[in-house]
């Protein structure tokens, strides 16, 4: 058994996350990061034996239609939830961080293992 990560490296998306007035009402860039760990690589030789992208892509643009989140751990958690439930995924890690926060700061996120 090979083990096999799959990964989405900066997906920008448009999210409206935060308890701040201003953050309710209009969307904010976010970058998303995925590492998603396959129960087994070696297994992998057709899209019906692995994680199709199309269903991870899909899930992430849907997140901008979402409305509110209050938080960055919401919008976290619920891409690990997806994420786990998806055909042969064994565990991987998920960051989602506000790209403009603080003039000084690239960014400001959460990381979180599944």
């Given at each position: 058994?090979?083990?096999?990560q799959?990964?989405f490296?900066?997906?920008s998306?448009?999210?409206r996350?935060?308890?701040?007035?201003?953050?309710r009402?209009?969307a904010?860039?976010y970058r998303i990061d995925?590492?998603?760990?396959m129960?087994?690589?070696?297994?992998?030789?057709e899209?019906?034996q692995?994680l199709?992208?199309?269903?991870v892509y899909?899930y992430?643009?849907a997140?901008?239609?979402?409305?509110h989140f209050?938080l960055?751990?919401?919008?976290?958690?619920?891409?690990?939830d997806?994420?786990k439930?998806?055909?042969?995924v064994?565990?991987?890690?998920?960051r989602?961080a506000?790209t403009a926060i603080?003039?000084n700061?690239a960014a400001v996120?959460?990381?979180?293992?599944?």
């Amino acid at each position: 058994m090979v083990p096999m990560q799959i990964f989405f490296e900066n997906v920008s998306l448009a999210l409206r996350v935060g308890v701040h007035d201003h953050e309710r009402k209009v969307a904010q860039r976010y970058r998303i990061d995925l590492v998603i760990e396959m129960h087994d690589g070696d297994a992998a030789q057709e899209l019906d034996q692995t994680l199709d992208y199309d269903q991870v892509y899909d899930y992430l643009q849907a997140l901008q239609n979402h409305g509110h989140f209050e938080l960055q751990e919401q919008v976290a958690r619920g891409l690990a939830d997806f994420l786990k439930n998806l055909q042969g995924v064994k565990s991987g890690n998920v960051r989602v961080a506000k790209t403009a926060i603080y003039p000084n700061v690239a960014a400001v996120g959460i990381n979180l293992d599944f």
